[in-house]
């Protein structure tokens, strides 16, 4: 709201409320009615944020463009740490330029996609016993949190 000055410098609050957008998805906000042109950005870090666009043209817009910029400081993801107490551990999502060019990029998103549907198939397969302790379930919850929200 406040009145963009180029000259300006970026003070540490602006620094702190910046929304990192590596590994993040833009969409339109289909499931939000209570205002029109809306677009919903889900963040690495699964914050969700809400923006209005002036127009549907304008709303595409902002969508492709944080989609690409998105993309382009989204290195492949880390490996998951490892640790033998058998905890699942999210990836590491670095926040650095990729090295692939668009087709390998897609190529990379595809086979990502499909290892997560089948891990997510795998995950319910095996789903949590009752009488697991609640950290045992938990985890299975965060795991399969994680599974569909990628």
């Given at each position: ?104 990029q897609l190529r990379s998103h595809e086979n990502k996609m499909k290892q997560i549907a089948d891990e997510l198939a795998e ?28």
């Open positions: 709201q406040d009145e963009y000055k180029p000259d300006k410098d970026l003070s540490e609050v602006d620094l702190k409320n910046a929304i990192r957008v590596h590994h993040a998805l833009a969409t339109k906000a289909s499931d939000y009615s209570k205002k029109s042109n809306v677009l919903k950005l889900k963040t690495a870090d699964w914050r969700v944020f809400l923006f209005q666009a002036p127009s549907k043209e304008e709303m595409l817009s902002w969508i492709l463009r944080i989609n690409l910029v998105a993309a382009i400081f989204s290195a492949p993801a880390f490996p998951a740490a490892i640790c033998s107490m058998k905890k699942f551990c999210r990836p590491l999502l670095p926040s650095s330029m990729t090295k692939l060019c668009q087709e390998e995950h319910k397969l095996h789903p949590a016993e009752k009488s697991l302790k609640s950290k045992e379930a938990e985890e299975y919850r965060l795991k399969e949190h994680y599974l569909i929200f990628e």
